[in-house]
């Protein structure tokens, strides 16, 4: 089992070596919820009483490189920063134990995200799910397929992505090497073809856009 009170040390593990497999789907077929798992535009983990990583979404798959405050080995979990193991431990602990949820900052300024993590009172076993804060407004492939469903030319298109970035429109124009008069004149045009008052009415639609991956990426990661 998950041994919750042991003491911790900065980088130690988080987690008990792999003794189970996935409910989710069986070891080579990805259930019909793993894959609908598979779309949400937020990681995922589901983490079980003994400390194993069950399942882990396409985009926790994805977000989980080098840079970000998680590392999943195999299917030990642990935090990449030593001043998260505690908090990260405790949070599991609160979950896993006592059903609390939690909100988390983990790593630094450049490079933090919030996570939640949640009880899953439901799941038949003691289980918690780690939810990852998105790090960006929409996926590109939705913003795609908004531009083309609103008639956006492909210069329009590209500084609505640079717009859901967070970008301001004098930094897109010196990114793209153009005038700044011509970028606020895309963003007007965008503005009347999608309706939108604003740049920040722009970027809270584009915020509310379903995902769209792309369907040749893997399934589900399971078994």
Same mark, same amino acid.
């Given at each position: ?5 042991a003491p911790i040390q900065p980088g130690a593990l988080l987690t008990s070596p792999v003794q189970t497999v996935s409910r989710l789907a069986e070891p080579g ?31 926790? !798959? ?5 840079? /970000?405050?998680?590392?999943?080995? =195999?299917?030990?979990?642990?935090? !990449? ?6 908090? &990260?431990?405790?949070?599991?602990? =609160?979950? &896993? !134990? ?9 790593? #630094?300024?450049?490079? =933090?995200? /919030? ?14 799910? $780690?939810?990852? #804060? ?6 590109? &492939?939705? $913003?795609?397929?908004?531009?083309? /469903? ?11 992505? /640079?717009?859901?970035?967070?970008? !301001? ?7 793209? #090497? ?9 963003? =007007? ?19 509310? &856009? ?12 399971? #078994?």
């Amino acid at each position: 089992m998950f041994d919750l009170t042991a003491p911790i040390q900065p980088g130690a593990l988080l987690t008990s070596p792999v003794q189970t497999v996935s409910r989710l789907a069986e070891p080579g077929r990805p259930s019909p919820l793993a894959r609908l798992l598979d779309v949400v535009d937020y990681g995922m983990l589901l983490v079980l009483d003994d400390g194993c990583v069950v399942f882990a979404n396409r985009v926790a !798959r994805a977000e989980m490189n080098d840079e /970000h405050p998680l590392q999943l080995l =195999g299917r030990d979990l642990r935090a !990449r920063c030593p001043r998260d193991v505690v908090s &990260l431990h405790n949070a599991l602990a =609160g979950a &896993l !134990r006592r059903g609390v949820q939690a909100l988390l900052k983990l790593g #630094g300024a450049g490079q =933090g995200i /919030h996570i939640a993590v949640v009880p899953m009172a439901d799941a038949g076993e003691p289980a918690a799910a $780690i939810v990852f #804060g998105k790090r960006r407004v929409c996926e590109e &492939l939705s $913003i795609d397929a908004f531009a083309r /469903h609103h008639g956006l030319t492909l210069a329009e298109a590209r500084v609505l992505r /640079h717009l859901c970035s967070g970008e !301001r429109p004098q930094d897109i124009a010196f990114g793209l #090497g153009v005038k700044l008069s011509t970028v606020r004149t895309q963003i =007007g045009s965008i503005r009347a073809k999608t309706s939108s008052r604003d740049i920040g009415a722009i970027v809270q639609c584009a915020a509310r &856009l379903p995902p769209l991956p792309c369907v040749t990426r893997r399934a589900a990661w399971s #078994g």
